[in-house]
Nanobody
Framework: QVQLVESGGGLVQPGGSLRLSCAAS????????MGWFRQAPGKQRELVAT???????NYADSVKGRFTISRDNAKNTMYLQMNSLKPEDTAVYYC???????????????WGQGTQVTVSS
């Protein structure tokens, strides 16, 4: 059974930085694309960034140039470096494994418990 555990969230001032981690267990981490999603209060969950097994990345327009997704296959861990944070980045951040190997990213039913990121002065 695949398990995903996020960590690294917290309270940060506007303009600050945070680094989220997603530790994966069960399954073969390295062959699947992974993604970060977020959900703000009263809003639908939205895609933040994805990374393929080979390291190709894709970002939502709202975070381009500020966030960087990466992965360490040796550690079965994915990261999200978030810089220049804005109040509108406040949300619960979730990691996800792709539904299938290869092709366009489609979220699977494997989600972590989420980590809260709050950007406020």
């Amino acid at each position: 059974q695949v398990q995903l555990v996020e960590s690294g969230g917290g309270l940060v001032q506007p303009g600050g930085s945070l680094r989220l981690s997603c530790a994966a267990s069960g399954g073969i981490f390295s062959i699947y694309a992974m993604g970060w999603f977020r959900q703000a209060p009263g809003k639908q969950r939205e895609l933040v960034a994805t990374i393929t097994s080979g390291g190709s990345t894709n970002y939502a327009d709202s975070v381009k140039g500020r966030f960087t997704i990466s992965r360490d296959n040796a550690k079965n861990t994915m990261y999200l470096q978030m810089n220049s944070l804005k109040p509108e980045d406040t949300a619960v951040y979730y990691c996800n494994r792709a539904r299938r190997v290869g092709g366009i990213y489609e979220a699977s039913d494997y989600w972590g418990q989420g980590t809260q990121v709050t950007v406020s002065s």
